[in-house]
């Protein structure tokens, strides 16, 4: 008989728990194994056949949610109440379309645009969406303002 390495989905659930620190103060289950290194999210690898060349690497976030709180739809994406994205909480997950992802992105800041939007907002001393206006005061280059 050859060797069993598929994994259960109790056998999963059971190596996520064994795979993470909570956070008391935030109730993060922080990831601690692999992490890709530009977003800190977490990996691993999960094997479907009696071969590792059977297996795939897999986002630690969306197999939690998957494993605990049900189906993923084939065009969802599974995001972040408390935005760690080392967090595998299952009660910190949601699902959303990628339309929703970039919505949740842009409302709590992390989007690249928008901290250059501020920046730059704050450079010119944008106030009220009107370039030209500076803190109540006319600009010298448009005294008709």
């Known amino acids: 008989m050859p060797p069993r390495l598929c994994q259960s989905d109790d056998e999963l659930r ?4 064994n795979s993470v620190c909570i956070d008391s103060s ?6 601690l194994p692999a992490k890709d290194t530009r ?12 071969s ?20 993923i739809g084939r065009d969802m994406q599974v995001l972040h109440r408390c935005d760690v994205p080392a967090c595998v909480n299952p009660e910190h997950l949601f699902l959303g379309s990628q339309s929703d992802n970039m919505v949740d992105c842009y409302r709590k800041g ?11 907002m704050r450079q010119n ?20 303002r």
């Open 14 to 17: 059971e190596r996520i728990r």
């Open 26 to 31: 935030s109730g993060c289950w922080l990831w």
């Open 39 to 50: 977003w800190g999210y977490g990996y691993l690898w999960i094997n479907h056949g009696i």
């Open 52 to 71: 590792w060349k059977d297996g795939k690497l897999v986002k630690a976030s969306r197999l939690s949610y998957g494993l605990f709180n049900g189906e």
């Open 110 to 120: 992390r989007h690249p645009i928008t901290q250059r939007m501020r920046d730059n």
């Open 125 to 144: 001393r944008i106030v009220g969406g009107r370039k030209g206006k500076h803190y109540g005061k006319q600009s010298s280059s448009n005294p008709s």
